[in-house]
Structure formats: C-alpha cells, structure tokens
C-alpha cells in the first residue's frame, strides 16, 4: 500500500502548463506552490506554510503599500514582471524614506500559463527581494479561466519602517524648494514598448526597473529633515509626479528642460513614436524635493549612489494658486507640463 | 539626436527672433497662420510665442486631419465596427474622439466592438490575411501625408485579390481647406479673419509639394512659406513671411527644402491617383461642407470600398451649439475666447474638435500655453 504515501509526480516545469487544479486549493495547489513559490522564495516566515506570516515589529511609524501589475510584455529588456512587482512595491515604501521590512504577493494566473514562464517570474522575484535584502514572507495563488486574464497579474504589498523623526509627505512641498531628479527618464516605457508585437522596433536599451531604497537610506542620512518630499514618477511619467505632487502640495512647479536628462535612445524612439520622454514610465528614478539650502549637499550625496550617479538639479517649487507645473524649453520659451488626458497615444502625421 | 537637434537649437532661435523683432515695422501689425496641427504642436511645445515680438501673432488653422473630420463619420466608423464580423483598425488618435451621444471608438471597445488600434496600413493587411473570416476594415484619415499609404494598401489587397479588406475612406485635401478659409463670406459682425500668411504645411507638401499653393496665393495676395515641424523650422518660416509683407510680395516660398521641392513625390501622387477620385464635397468638422475637397476610391476598386460593401450612409450631426470651433479653425478667435474652453470643454472630455487630438487649437493651447491667459488676466486686471 505504498502508493497512498506516494508523492505526486514532480511539475513538468519544462513543457507543463497551468491549469484550473492549480488553483483548486487542493494538492495541484500545494505542489505548485511548493515547487515553484516555496523553493523559489525559501525564508523562514514563509517556509512555515502558515496562511500569514507572523513577526516582530520594532518600534517607530510602519508605512505600507500595495501595487498590482498587468504589464504586457510579461519580459522585457531590463527585467520582468516579477523584479517589476518586487521593486515598484519597495519604492513606494521607500518614498516615505521607508526601510522596507517585508513584501507579500498575490498571483493571479491565467489557465494555459507555461510553468516555465511561471518558474521564470517566480525566480526572478526572489532574486530581486533578495538583492533588496528584503523577504517575500506570504503570498496567495488563483487561477482564471482561459481569457480571463493576461498570462499572470501579480499583486504585493510592502510594509517597511520610517526612521525617528522623518515625515515626507507632498503637502510639506513649499515655494522655493528645489526639485532633484535620480536620472534619466523614460527608459523603462521605452524599453517596454519597443518589445509589443505591434511596435518591434530595435533597441539596447534597458528598463530601469530598481529598488530604490538604499538610495533613500544615503538621501535621508544625509539631507534629514530639510527633505520634504519623495515619489517615483512611475505610470505617466515626470509630467504625472510633478503634478500629482503640485495638487498636493497646493504649489507649482519651474523646471528647465535642458536639465532633464534624456538618453538619446528614449529621445529618439519618443520622437519616432510621437511621444513626450515627461509621459513616459520610470521604474527606476525618483524626484526628491528639498529645502534650498540642503539642495547641493542632497544632490552630491545622490551622485555617489550607483542609482543615483545621472541625478540632477532640474527646477524648484514655486508660488501658484493654479498648481501649474511650467517647463523653460530648451528652445527658450515656456510651456505647461501637463498631465495626459487618458494613455499616450502616438500621433499620425 | 542627429538631424533632429539642429533643428531645436536656442540659440540660433534667439538669433532668428532677433532678427524677427529688428524687421517687424513697429506700426503694424502681422498675423500668420500656420495651418498644420504640426506646427501648432511645435509652436505650443516649444513656447515660439514667447520668442516673437507681440506685433507678430500666429492663429491655428484647421491642419489637424483628426479634428476636422465631421461627426458623422465618426458616428458611421463606430456602427461598422459595432457590427457582427467586423474589425475596425484605426490610427490610435481617432480612439478618443467624441460621435454622436458622447459615443467614441474608446467606449465601443469597451463595449465589446473589435477595434484595433494600427501604425501602418500594411498592419491592417496583415490582420486581414491572417484572420479571413473577420470583416477587416481600415479607417482611413488623413491629409495628402497619409493618403499614399491608404493607396498602397488598396493596391497590395487588390493584388491579393483579398476579399475580407475594405477601407473606410476620409481622406482630405489641404489646398481647397486654406482656400475655404480666405474665402469666408464675412460673419454678422463683418470680422473677416485677417491673415497676412500662412506657414504651409510641412509633411503633406512632401507629397504634393508647393506648386498646388500658388493659385491661392496669387488669387488672394497671400503669401505661403511651406515649412518643416522643427520649432527652428517655424521661426524661420515666420521671418520670411514678415519679410514679405514688407516688401509686398505674395509667393509661395519653400522653407522646408531639406525634404519639399516644387513637383512633390510624384510616386505618391501617381498611387493616389490610380486609386482615389475627388469627391464632390466632403463635411469638414468646423468649416462645413466643402467642394472638391475630398478623396473617394475609384470605381476600379470599388469591392475595397467599406463606403460601398457596407452602404453607408452618413448622416450629418451638429457640433454643440456654444462650441467656438468653427471661428478658430478660421482663425476669428482665440481658444480662450470659447466659453467652454476648461469649463466643459477639456482634452479629458471634448465637445469641439479643436480639442480633440493634441494637435488641435484648443488642445495645445490647453495643454501648453494656458498659463499665459491667467499672467494675461492679471496684467489686464492690474491695468483696469
């Protein structure tokens, strides 16, 4: 009677594929769970199978953040969707001047779904948390039906812990501040748009999907309480931070064109496609809005990081009861930098 | 970027608008259209007004191939592509363009329509050749630009002999639009927009090149200066304009030789007009029904024709009665000057066309330039 303690056969990683029974709840649920997220993620607070995990908190302000990501292409030059839900969830944690403690993810996986792609994201999760030095301690997994989603969505959720005394948020922005961006924009929605079917277009260009909390760490140290404010200009670009961050903040903002750095690649595919490199997608950078005085010394502390080494000094907040964020060309004139009406759509003539 | 930065240099725009402010006689006034979308872009982008002396003004005219198409059309696209079978593929920026009863193409693939947002008409065939039981329809839009690609697609499926491709045309011809505008019979407060030139149009005059403005320009003693869509492109060409309306002269001037010559791309206009007919007259949005104005597909490829396979039938619809679209197009307003202008009117939530595509008068005004109205405000308040 040996087969009723028989262990199920091992996934066919290489040639299998999803299906509904991997999100039954029952045994296919816990192998897969087992063989891809387990060995995958492999730390103590997951490791014992509990369906949350339980730890100690120190004591402080605990900051948490939740993200969904439905980006398509699943892989793209620079990353994956997987180091995408890893990074974009510590960044946010980290714009509090968070040190991020602990990520959970949720899965929402489409019948039909290769389990090596799975394997892949899974893989390339735990390698990013674990350059991150932060856990994935607890996680969730379902299963839709063929059409019912896109390959796979993930979701997590961050929680991280502000040091004593530190409090960002938009609305302590105020005239006069200087706006410090980490480098150049628009890589990441470059990199991903040239791999969509209907575009294809040749680039070596990376996404700069990062983790930016050791950035943070350095800037907080370092400039402490004269930091006002932190975001990541993610989904809709420079042009949507600058101004989600001015209707906070009841301010507007100045900034100069010329000292926004640009890569040729992005400038060149933008032109190309009709786009503005301020709408297009960061997953690596942040703005750091800062009081005048402690501007340089933030921005020479930021230059030293790795991730921080392109950053520069790139405009100032102003006094406007419009929370208008004005742009000096490069040209010579000015212009409004506003937020897009819906996604950026390519221009045809 | 190589040839892309020299055209967007400041310095030498500084230098330009020198010169533009030296020349201008102080006692006069000029005022230029550029007719193009593309330029409107590139004059709201860059900021070029605040680089011109304030006796030089520019007005926006119609070139915004997505703005001017009338309602109806839109209304007609968005039943075909709400029909069983059908795909509808559409350049992207037709997506958020407001029809009839706040209908757009975005809603009706929302609402389950097979809209296929498309780069390249050859797009379009390859969908059609890989799915051959949808009905694969191609919206067609444009000015001259785009036509030779709508002609080339026509001409590929006709060799294909493929029987699931139609296209839904509309395109539009530009000389007959700048006519329409000199041509305005002169409004109840007898305000006939008063144009001293236009910055002709840049990528269209590629194919048509500058020969067909010069019957305009004679007729109506206005000079054209054809130019690219580089900022450096327009400053230059505005120069030349206020140049020759010193010196009194109307031609046409071609600013824009790096890609424009007299004759234009005869290889274009032969497929356009193997493939396409003028049109009696065509519904422009914003300045009416206008003659020969507009392409149709031969007879010769009429079984591509979508017009003709699905018996469409456009119906006209009215733009909102406050919208101020029509005297912008023309040049008679301002969009400020609109009363719905941001109130209801806004790139998220357009009634006009001029606020439709990023191209549009009242969307690059909106966008870029909005700014100045508020300083302007002040300054006029301060003054009272």
Redesign the interface.
Known sequence: MNELRLRPRKLDIRNGRVDLSHGAGGRATAQLVEEIFLRAFDNPLLNRGNDQAAFDVPAGRMVMSTDGYVISPLFFPGGDIGSLAVHGTINDVAMAGARPLHLAASYIIEEGFPLADLQRIANSMASAAREAGVAIVTGDTKVVERGKGDGVFISTTGIGLVPAGLDLSAEFARPGDRVILSGSIGDHGVAVMSKRSNLGFETELLSDSAALHELVAEMVRAAGPSLRVLRDPTRGGLAAALNELAQQSGCGFLIDESAIPVRGEVAAACELLGLDPLNVANEGKLIAIVAPEAAELLLSIMRRHPLGHESALIGQVTHDPQCFVQMTTSFGGGRIVDWLGGEQLPRIC | ?RH?DEY?D?TL??AI?AKIAGEAMPDRHYQFMEFC??HT?AI????????LPPNVQMVHGPGC??CVLPIGRIDDAISLAMRPGVTLCT???L??VPASGGASL?KAKAAGADIR???STL?VIRIAEAEPCREVVFFA???E??TPSTALAIRLAHRKSLTNFTVFCNHVLTPPAIRAILDTPDTAEGARVRVDGFVGPA?VSTVIGTKPYESVSAEFRKPVVVAGFE?LDVVQAILMLVRQVNDGRFEVENQYIRAVTAEGNLIAQREIAEVFELRAAFEWRGLGELPASALQIRDAYADLDAERRFALETVSAADNPACECGDILRGLKKPAECKLFGTVC???SPMGSCMV???GACAAH??????RD?ARAASTQAAE
Do not use: C, K, N, Q
């Open positions: 970027m892309i967007r400041g725009a500084r608008a979308g593309g872009h709201s982008r860059y900021g070029i007004e605040d680089l191939p997505v350049y992207a920026d997506m958020r975005l947002m498309v780069y797009d839009i444009g000015f630009t785009t990528h900022p806004s790139p998220e595509s990023p191209e909106w966008t870029y330039g909005r700014f508020i």
